[in-house]
């Protein structure tokens, strides 16, 4: 079984985001970068799937050379190569398109994503990968088995969940469940030596067309100072909540 | 420059998303001059519910094949009553899966997490919730046609009501890929994401059993109940509890957090919220800076104190 892991390159968790001064762009200066959360969530599963099943794990990303110590850190936690798309993305649709370019030629069974990323929130990629294809998808998906040619995934809905057996080739697109926090993987030395020699193929982008362009961006604006109320006079909250804020 | 809607149904019955959605594609219809024609797949709710929110025209999609959901189907089968070029989704977990693979199959541009109506129709300009609720975008679509998907509870329900006619379409795509095994249903739950008030609690409350007087407050509120991180890590709750940079973003009329610091992955999936509570005994929590209204003291105390007085107001 061939499994492509989609990883994204985004800012640590617990970056401040800041735009440029004249607001045309995210400001780059002083972030770290990080596997996106929910991609590690759809990397572990397919880690975990190479030692159960033998699969082979491919990661992919869509980025240029600023991008490779992310996917170097995704070969030690234990995908067996990668692949890097030499573009600085612009939007979901040319992230999308360059994956299923490399998609198509790789044979794969399997194509995992995380449900979205945290720098842009877009959630397109997965779908609009699977549409490209013409595969099936499955999205918010929580848990996932292998057998054969087919796939069970159970996916959140609100309020619910549900189990689906999917025919593969498939895109999968997974969040926190998919497996558990506790099980992510930290790279050990071992991983993190053998991630240097491992292939990372660099292939130029297929096309340039973007569908959608980010014109501004606004930081979120700071609330008033917060007021306080003492927890013995309770009352003045609820107050404050039916009168002042209007919520209750 | 016909206007489209998504109206979203769980089992036939419309969403607040739905309503949510067709009052957005009524607002963007009302700056273009045109009507709304909202789609719906298989519901059984009368259409004057989408009437009520400004919907002219409803299309009922009825296809046996799609009886349990797949995106691709569903994507296939809004395609084919779909003849417009502004589609508006609600921003559901089943709509933003729909809404990609719609967009590839139109050629389509796709904006997700839409937060107001639209700075422009032509070219089509929107902000939209980005960098996990730390920042704003405004995205620009190129090309004719656009898919934009509403973040919940950001353009609110507003009634608009129209005179509307029903079309039944009777379709029959094919649905071979995916096949539900199972679906399971909480009863009686608010869903997290709809909910207009939310009562969350974190690590200060030292232990699951001591959830119940989360519980009962929101009951009382008619609230639904999240957690933080650390909280469905540990399993002290289900992992659909989590809010935050990697659980659920929401963004609620009221959220009241209680025994949460406040760490920038927390506030990341909150911070859209209208108003913040904090209750924490710790007075340096960063969480308060982030708070409209604060109470420093004992949650143990605070919360069934609380609780009694806002079931005095509701009556």
């Known amino acids: 079984m061939k499994i492509l892991v989609c990883i994204s390159s985004v800012p640590d968790t617990t970056s401040k985001i800041n735009f440029t001064a004249d607001k045309s762009a995210f400001d780059k200066n002083g972030i770290q970068w990080v596997i996106n959360p929910l991609d590690e969530f759809a990397l572990t599963k397919a880690v975990k799937l190479q030692e159960s099943q033998g699969a082979t794990v491919t990661v992919i990303n869509v980025g240029d050379a600023g991008t490779e110590p992310v996917i170097r850190k995704a070969l030690a936690i234990g995908a067996n190569d990668a692949v890097r798309v030499n573009l600085d993305p612009k939007d979901s649709f040319s992230t999308a398109k360059e994956i299923a370019a490399v998609a198509q030629n790789g044979g794969y069974d399997l194509i995992l994503c995380g449900k979205e990323s945290i720098d842009y929130n877009g959630g397109s990629v997965p779908g609009m990968v699977a549409q490209l294809l013409n595969q099936p998808f499955v999205n918010a998906s929580v848990g996932l088995d292998v057998n054969g040619a087919e796939a069970t995934a159970v996916r959140e809905i609100e309020g619910g969940k549900e189990t689906i057996s999917v025919k593969l080739p498939a895109v999968i697109a997974g969040q926190k469940g998919l497996v558990d926090e506790k099980d992510l993987i930290i790279p050990n030395m071992r991983g993190i030596m053998s991630a240097r020699t491992k292939p990372l193929q660099v292939v130029e982008p297929t096309s340039s067309e973007v569908k959608v362009q980010g014109v501004s961006y606004d930081s979120v604006p700071p609330r008033a100072a917060v007021k306080i109320v003492s927890p013995d006079n309770l009352d003045e909250l609820v107050r404050l909540l039916h009168e002042e804020a209007k919520v209750i | ?315």
Not at chain 2, 80 to 86: D, K, P, R, S
């Open chain 2, 1 to 315: 420059m016909a206007v489209f809607v998504y109206a979203e149904n769980i089992n036939g019955v419309y969403k607040k998303a739905a309503f949510e959605a067709v009052a957005y594609a009524k607002a963007v219809a009302d700056q273009a001059g045109d009507t709304v024609t909202a789609i719906s797949v298989n519901p059984t709710d009368s259409s004057d519910l989408l009437y009520k929110y400004g919907a002219s025209n409803v299309i009922n999609i009825k296809d046996e094949g799609l009886k349990s959901f797949s995106a691709k189907a569903y994507a296939q089968a809004v395609s084919e009553v779909a003849n417009g070029n502004i589609i508006v989704f609600p921003h559901t977990t089943d709509a933003s899966s729909i809404a990609p693979m719609l967009a590839v199959m139109n050629g389509f541009a796709l904006i997700t997490n839409a937060l107001a109506a639209p700075e422009s129709l032509s070219p089509f300009q929107v902000k939209r919730r980005a960098f996990s609720g730390k920042g704003f975008m405004h995205a620009k679509a190129e090309g004719n046609g656009v898919i934009v998907t509403v973040s919940q509870n950001a353009f609110g329900v507003k009634e608009n009501a129209v005179s509307g006619s029903e079309e039944v379409k009777n379709l029959s795509v094919a649905n071979e890929d995916t096949k539900v095994i199972s679906h399971e249903q909480s009863s009686g739950k608010l869903d997290l994401k709809e909910a207009e008030v939310v009562v969350s609690a974190g690590r200060g409350m030292k232990g699951p059993e001591n959830w119940g007087m989360i519980e009962e407050l929101a009951n009382v509120l008619g609230a639904a109940t999240a957690c933080s991180k650390p909280v469905s890590d540990i399993g002290w709750r289900p992992h659909t509890e989590h809010v935050g940079q990697t659980g659920k973003a929401i963004s609620p009329n009221l959220y009241i957090a209680v025994g949460i610091s406040g760490a920038i992955q927390h506030l990341a999936g909150v911070n859209s919220s209208k108003t913040i509570v904090v209750i924490n005994s710790d007075a340096e929590a960063p969480f308060f800076k982030s708070a409209d209204y604060g109470v420093v003291g004992d949650a143990f105390q605070i919360i069934p104190a609380l609780t009694e007085k806002i079931k005095a107001i509701k009556g």
